[in-house]
């Protein structure tokens, strides 16, 4: 199975900045790990430019209508687009987003062809008290749920304990491969077909200097990255080119 890290650019970069990263970053990518940028809508074209995988941080359940300030993944396709990070522990802190809503979304962007990034994860009072797997495994059953459309090629999961994003605190690689195990686990037996070659994706705090611990578990197949991804030297170096 091929690696496969995703810069998570959230709110950050101006397009000036957008088009200088890309730039370098294409100059030295060679194609090693899969690398796919999710950025703010705005620039998207200027990813799809460069020929690098293009990706919402979030799109609306429906395809089209009176949903004023809301992104179509239609309309994303139409363009070029090619996945949506759906769930991500920011969009599910701060504007309510649910593995209810989860699943709608899912569904939509998978019968518009494009790829679905799903985020699951629990927060540090979860982990404390012991429930991490229960929360990972209530998040995956809710927002997989009835997904017909969904294969190998258009899903991917990506588990990120809250209390590791943006926090310099990284799990570490056995507490991460304990979850990925169980995520793989949860994934064969929902869909018997495919789910044992589903990517899994470990985000929070990952930086070049533990990717490949990281990297070296057995069921890690990649990273889901914010702060390392803003420069295109480390997100280069994430991908394995340094
Ligand atoms: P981080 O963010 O790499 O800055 O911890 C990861 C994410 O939010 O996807």
Redesign the pocket.
Known sequence: MKKLM?A?W?MNKNGKECAEFLIEFKSKYSNKIDAWIASQPLYIKLIINENVKAGLQNCSEHVSGAYTGEVSSRNFKEMGGNFV?IG???RRQFFGETSKTCQAKLQTVLRENLTAVY?VGETLSERESGQTLAIVSDQLHQGLNDLSAANEENLVI?Y?PVW?????KTATPGQAQEVHSSIRKILSEKFPGFGSKVRLLY?????PDNVEELLAQKDIDG???????LKAKDFLALCGDK
């Open positions: 995703i998570n959230k990070l991500h522990s920011e985020c990506a990120e590791a994003i943006g926090t310099g985000g929070g705090s990952v930086k990273g889901l990255v914010g702060g390392a991804s």
